[in-house]
């Protein structure tokens, strides 16, 4: 679900072309022996913003990130896996690492061997929101002992969205998108607690089809407010029939039912729910799609 409600890369601006994945795999399955041992036939799986493969019970994700950042999720995996939550944690490798940089041309590319979740994607409006914020909850309150390091900083997610304001937008489009980065910088120059973030909409999983017995996906991870977060998984997750305003109140019931919610972090929700849906609005230029989330803006907020 990372296509879904991520504020975008960071550390690479403007979408990425998608190579057939045969091109990369004789690399991968010589980097695989070299580093797990692993020998066998690569069955090709779908995937937004990777590649990914089946390997027998295992998981092959190949991404296109810096190996920090990259090492940062699969750590936070692990460590949430560890407290009772499947999260598709990493198999180490023979030497202890979490992943393995892998020289594919110019750019940086990254690979894992993940344990494979069981069941089937569950989006998040099959979901009440308590269920979800209590999760969110939860998932905070282990990711508050990982380290942040090599996650994105709210300078590098701001900046990028900085970028992606172009000229061809139409003024409203490109006021919305500074005022939402504006008011979350006046935010963080306040200096609020941070610490390590999911990062992105939620990619749940459920074993009998209505549960949540899994999270995967942690591409996203960054560092900043608990706020982030919470803003973005409400501003996805509300809908014409749970309005933002109701469905965040039945969110943050959850969420602290699992963990404790500052009151500045509380207060700050609304300034980070405008950033994930003027988030997607950046780098793109079709009226249409434009058109699109102004209208989710102004419905949202009930302008």
Not at 52 to 60: F, I, L, P, R, S
Not at 176 to 187: E, G, H, K, L, R
């Amino acid at each position: 679900m990372s296509s879904q409600a991520g504020a975008g890369s960071p550390t690479a601006d403007g979408p990425a072309a998608q190579d057939p994945p045969g091109q990369h795999e004789p690399a991968v399955q010589a980097a695989l022996l070299e580093h797990w041992g692993l020998r066998g036939e690569l069955r090709p799986m779908q995937a937004a913003a990777s590649y990914t493969w089946q390997a027998g019970g295992h998981v092959v994700k190949l991404a296109r990130d810096e190996p920090l950042h990259f090492a940062a999720g699969l750590y936070a995996s692990e460590a949430v896996e560890q407290a009772g939550i499947a999260a598709g944690a990493p198999i180490r490798t023979r030497a202890g690492e979490l992943c393995v940089a892998l020289p594919l041309g110019q750019e940086s590319w990254v690979l894992a061997v993940l344990h494979r979740v069981h069941g089937t994607h569950l989006s998040m409006h099959a979901v009440p929101p308590v269920v979800l914020g209590e999760l969110l909850g939860r998932l905070h309150r282990i990711m508050r002992g990982c380290p942040a390091t090599g996650a994105w900083t709210p300078a590098d997610v701001l900046g990028h969205m900085t970028r992606g304001i172009t000229a061809s937008q139409p003024p409203a489009i490109r006021q919305m998108i500074t005022q939402a980065v504006s008011d979350v910088n006046a935010y963080y120059a306040t200096a609020p607690p941070a610490q390590l973030l999911y990062g992105d909409g939620p990619g749940i999983f459920s074993a009998n089809g209505a549960d949540i017995s899994a999270i995967i996906d942690w591409g996203g991870v960054r560092a900043g407010s608990p706020a982030d977060d919470i803003g973005c998984w409400t501003a996805h997750g509300a809908t014409d029939k749970i309005p933002l305003p109701d469905y965040t109140v039945a969110f943050l019931e959850g969420y602290r039912r699992s963990n404790d919610l500052p009151a500045a972090a509380d207060a700050a929700v609304p300034l980070f729910q405008r950033l994930r849906i003027a988030s997607r609005a950046c780098y793109v230029t079709n009226p249409d799609a434009l058109a699109g989330t102004r209208a989710w803006m102004r419905r949202a907020f009930g302008e």
